[in-house]
């Protein structure tokens, strides 16, 4: 393959990166402005009952975050072939984000979440605040994701330092990977010291390894679905496993896994990597969406949960939506792009 060949194809996984990352951003703003339909989640109450909104949450409740671990993995596999130090590494993705993690916490959700007057915070002083619900993460909302994937960076790194030292275990470390993966997400909460982020890094640890693995091992999946038949057939699968885990008050662990995965490779051999300009926008601040709108849907469900389903829907993911991506682009053309790791 000449070099264009190289740049053309490496051009269409990036952009079909960046179509993941606009539909896995959509989905999670979509999620955060129907939530309080969820029969499952009761911080604010409605008097509104939507069955189908209930319904759709928590069949897309399952998509987003893993997805968006996911494409963290798959773009590691790129970052690791960079031979950073392991101090550079750290520092990188500190200021990626753990410094806005901060910022937006201190200066943005706290003081949200303390104007609206927050069932959260509601008979708690601002220390406990602060110390309990901030600092030790016992409650950061929608921010939980970026310790997480801070967390995950730097296991994932660790592991690399190792294993790079054994040649032929380096050339096999996605199966490393999966391994470590799987007893951190059944036994991980033995060493999490109870913090909430450390714990959520090895439950979703076995996503960032599945990115890993599908940009790792491209050559598995190629042949799979380059067939038709046999990419028709494990979309039905999909389908179906996503409906009937909707209708089901319980699964089975291994099949909330084996949907997940399913769902997770479909999407990233199956999306388009066809491009516009919206879509291009819509990524390159789709960051910047997630750290600002969640906050944002408290007004609704604090002041007005009671109003028509249609109308709290379009305020929450229209309206403030429109108002964190606006937010986004003003810091990307201002010196604080540091809030948004930049």
Not at 80 to 102: A, D, M
Not at 289 to 299: A, G
Request: aromatic letters at 20%; one cysteine or more; charged letters at 15%.
């Amino acid at each position: 393959m000449d070099s264009t060949n190289k740049n053309i194809t490496s051009n269409n996984r990036l952009q079909k990166i960046n179509n993941l990352r606009v539909l896995a951003i959509i989905l999670v703003v979509f999620i955060h402005s129907i939530i309080i339909y969820s029969s499952s989640w009761n911080l604010y109450e409605t008097s509104n009952k939507v069955v189908l909104l209930d319904y759709l949450e928590k069949i897309i409740y399952i998509v987003p975050m893993p997805l968006f671990f996911s494409i963290s993995g798959y773009l590691f596999f790129f970052s690791q072939q960079k031979y950073l130090t392991f101090r550079e590494f750290f520092i990188k993705k500190f200021k990626r984000l753990i410094i806005p993690f901060f910022c937006v916490g201190l200066f943005y959700l706290l003081p949200i979440r303390k104007l609206i007057g927050y069932q959260g915070y509601l008979n708690k002083s601002f220390f406990e605040i602060l110390i309990k619900n901030f600092f030790l993460s016992s409650d950061i909302g929608h921010l939980w994701y970026l310790p997480t994937l801070f967390f995950l960076f730097i296991i994932s790194e660790l592991i690399l330092l190792i294993v790079k030292k054994i040649s032929y275990i380096y050339e096999k470390v996605e199966i490393v990977f999966m391994v470590i993966a799987f007893i951190l997400y059944f036994v991980g909460y033995r060493i999490a010291f109870s913090y909430p982020p450390l714990m959520s890094a090895y439950l979703y640890f076995i996503w960032f390894t599945l990115g890993f693995f599908l940009n790792k091992r491209k050559s598995i999946f190629n042949p799979i679905y380059n067939n038709k038949i046999l990419k028709i057939i494990l979309v039905l699968i999909n389908i179906i496993g996503l409906i009937y885990y909707g209708l089901a008050d319980n699964t089975s662990v291994i099949f909330d896994l084996g949907v997940r995965a399913l769902t997770i490779i479909n999407l990233f051999k199956l999306i388009p990597n066809t491009t516009n300009k919206l879509l291009d926008k819509l990524g390159e601040n789709s960051f910047g969406i997630y750290l600002f709108h969640s906050p944002l849907v408290y007004i609704t469900f604090s002041y007005i949960p009671n109003i028509n389903p249609i109308i709290l829907i379009f305020l929450n993911f229209i309206i403030f939506g429109g108002i964190a991506w606006a937010i986004s682009i003003l810091i990307r053309k201002t010196k604080l792009r540091f809030v948004i790791g930049e």
